[in-house]
């Protein structure tokens, strides 16, 4: 932990500035990590691949590490500046990797988080003026020493506007390369350079979201691929993301790729990343709010990486604002802080898409419950299709991207998930009931719809089916719902079945007794109606259809028809028998009409 002198102000804890060096020359507070930069830089290999979810601290773990490492370009061999920005932290505890690191590589460092657009031309302008800028930085390379060649290449690289054009393509593809052997041929062989890149699926991310991943995939592949493949002109070379897709091209033929993601177990590096409950106490302290400590554990914590309890930077750093802004520090309620900077609708988006089985697992996760999803290799922005996602990419993606957390390990390697806190636990609940609620989503009130007229018509075959689909992906909102569908789940979902259907029904009626439920309601214009008798089928051995029809017969003493076909309006009623278990559902469905109210 770093603090200011006992005589300056502590500053509200800073958000958005990523800088290792803005937080120390400006004071800002400062969770100590700097213990992670050892085995970061020394612990994984020559080619490290570190994935963490969003806001969880990469791009400031980079800087730190840039910093501490960075050589002085104009005076090679002067670590005053490391010495000044890292006086007191835990780093300068070991002498030994200090004195053999500390300013000794040249650094180049990039991120791609910027890099994206609606469309190809947009993404790769962007990504021109990433690389245009990076290279500005090292045009003091351009000398004498430089090759005719060389000379030509690093001025186009310099040059956005060149750049930008379709010749500027195989310049970009080649640029880190390019850059690090200009640099290792102006330091020698003892001082081979670093190259960082920070947000290195963002590209391809978006690309795929947007259509254009063939074309951005063969220029970022290329250009990291080159990266990643030189052995003779880089030490090391670390990029950090949130997916696994170590599928793409980007890593093909990169041998001895170390992969540290949110799964990894027992590497070191668990905690280099994120913050401890110690941290996150020790922040809260610092500001006056330790006894507040355990309201904001219940909200922001629950992450677990490698065994480590976590909280997200972002969203500890953003309360403690919040409460260093309010004249009544513990009346502040916790607000969402993390998930306000991702897809809002996500999970909504999957829902039309859900099968029973995700429907369950889901089911399970907002009771409280752990999940078991089966170990997963990688994937690739090339196979994912965001508007119709596979349910394994679904999973994986919330696991990734921090929606879901380890909580242990199951038998043949399976994964146990969970959500880890409050604050995603609203994220979850806002996006199911909003897509029951036509908020995020036009899928389940087309369904509705269409249950609707079928139920209206007396169409038993298409009733069902429709019932079935509505039925089979559900998730009750309910907290501690039960695994197994039983009254209450069956009640949960009618509810929700028609408050959805209002606006194309009137004088709905529910009845809810001991195993079976009886509604009526009429069609919007008011001529046609339609009652209801569902039976929850509790045995195994009788068939659905046998209860479903069962069901009807009860509706032979069913007053309610009688009182409807009085009524002049009325010219058409379908009665209807339904018998549900578990999941499955059977819908048995007959007319009646006025002029023969005994049928």
Known sequence: ????????????????????????????????????????????????????????????????????????????????????????????????????????????????????????????????????????????????????????????????????????????????????????????????????????????????????????????????????????????????????????????????????????????????????PAEARAMLGYYGFGDLYEKAAGWY??????????????DITSHVRELCRSRDPAAVRPKSHWNLTSSSNFIAGFMPRLAPEDAECLQDLIAGRSISLPAYKGMSYGTLDFNNLRSSEFWNILIYTGYLTLSGTGSGGANELRIPNKEILRYFRDNISGYYGNTWSREYDTLVRGLMERLLSGDSGGAEDSMSALLGGFVPLEENAPKAPHGDFYRSFLDSLFAAAEHRISDCRVLYGSGFAEITFRSAGGTMAVVIRIEYAPDSTAGLHTLADRALEHLEENVCAKALLSQTKITHIAECGMAFRGRSCAVSCRELLPETPGA
């Open 301 to 314: 914590g629950g992450y677990s990486i490698g065994g480590e309890a976590l909280f997200c930077p972002w």
């Open 1 to 276: 932990m770093t603090e200011t002198g006992p005589n300056q102000p502590r500053l509200a804890p800073k958000r958005g500035d990523e800088d290792f060096a803005v937080f120390r020359d400006e004071g800002i507070y400062y969770a100590d990590k700097t213990q992670f930069l050892k085995p970061l830089f020394s612990g994984t290999g020559s080619r490290l691949l570190l994935l963490r979810p969003r806001r969880f601290g990469k791009t400031l773990t980079m800087s730190t590490l840039r910093r501490f490492l960075e050589i002085d370009f104009q005076n090679p061999g002067d670590t005053s500046r490391q010495q000044e920005l890292f006086r007191g932290l835990k780093v300068m505890d070991d002498r030994e990797f200090c004195e053999e690191h500390m300013g000794r590589y040249p650094v180049v460092s990039v991120s791609l988080k910027s890099a994206d657009g609606v469309a190809y031309d947009d993404a790769f302008e962007r990504l021109a003026g990433v690389i245009s800028r990076l290279a500005w930085n090292f045009s003091w390379l351009d000398g004498p020493d430089l090759t005719e060649k060389e000379h030509v290449f690093l001025d186009r690289l310099s040059d956005f506007d060149y750049l930008r054009q379709p010749a500027g393509r195989g310049f970009a593809e080649q640029s880190l390369v390019f850059l690090c052997r200009l640099l290792r041929k102006c330091f020698g062989d003892s001082h081979k350079p670093v190259l960082l890149i920070d947000e290195y699926d963002v590209p391809l991310q978006k690309a795929a979201a947007g259509g254009y991943y063939e074309p951005m995939n063969r220029l970022v592949g290329t250009m990291l691929n080159r990266a990643l493949m030189d052995r003779d002109d880089i030490c090391k070379v670390i990029l950090t993301g949130c997916l696994p897709a170590t599928g793409e091209a980007i890593f093909t033929g990169v041998n001895g790729l170390c992969i540290d993601t949110v799964l990894a177990r027992g590497n070191g590096l668990s905690a280099a990343i994120g913050f401890t």
